[in-house]
């Protein structure tokens, strides 16, 4: 199968197309969206280890994850988080595309939920003392926060979670069954040694960069 020409018939190109083909939005749909972190929210953010932060700069779109122990993010109030940048690639997409574009979209995942908190809203990086101290991990404090702006908060229904069954243990896939993740990156690039004993050298380097360089 091939993509499509742009001159299929069936592409959709405007949202009353769109709309028509779906029953319309149920009215609680609607006003679950609220514009500020209520106690449900804050108890969210309190569990979760992970994020995926949605930012458009002048390359385009981009999603990238974030994590650390549970509650990593701080609720600074009602309207503002904190979320600390940790060292990583050095490519910056996320806090490059911030400074060209502060609109974001965060999505908050638990372990074992299959429900998920959504947030949309404007971002601003931060080097202040005062508040990059709280946000230190084994003594090391970032050199970078993440502060947003809450505009929307809303709770995501769990049918996207049911559906792949991520959670599911029997659904766990064996990493083996792929190549590592430096000769894929290799492969795509440079090019990966042939012989076996130096990428498994290569592999040994990455985990232990991971065990030194996570914060």
């Not at 974030?66 to 988080?81: A, H, I, K, N």
């Not at 809450?150 to 083996?176: I, M, T, Y």
């Not at 430096?182 to 990428?199: E, F, H, N, R, Y």
Request: a negative charge.
């Amino acid at each position: 199968m091939s993509a499509p020409s742009d001159d299929n018939p069936y592409w959709i190109t405007d949202v009353a197309a769109l709309r028509a083909m779906f029953p319309a939005t149920h009215e609680l749909a609607l006003k679950k969206s609220l514009d500020h972190l209520d106690s449900h929210a804050r108890a969210f953010i309190a569990r979760a280890p992970f994020l995926c932060i949605g930012t458009q700069g002048p390359q385009g779109a981009d999603v990238s994850p974030r994590g650390d122990p549970r509650g990593f993010v701080t609720v600074l109030d009602e309207r503002t988080l904190l979320i600390p940048d940790r060292p990583g690639n050095n490519r910056l997409d996320t806090l490059t595309n911030i400074l060209a574009n502060p609109t974001v979209g965060l999505l908050f995942l638990v372990p074992g939920f299959d429900d998920t908190l959504r947030i949309n809203g404007t971002a601003r990086l931060t080097r202040d003392p005062a508040l990059l101290g709280g946000l230190a991990v084994h003594d090391r404090v970032p050199s970078v926060a993440i502060m947003v702006a809450v505009q929307e908060v809303f709770l995501h229904c769990a049918k996207a979670f049911r559906r792949s069954g991520l959670w599911d243990p029997n659904q766990r896939q064996d990493r083996r069954e792929m190549p590592s993740l430096v000769k894929m990156i290799l492969d795509q690039t440079t090019g990966a040694p042939t012989d076996p004993s130096d990428q498994q050298q290569l592999d040994d380097q990455l985990e232990q960069d991971y065990r030194t360089s996570m914060y």
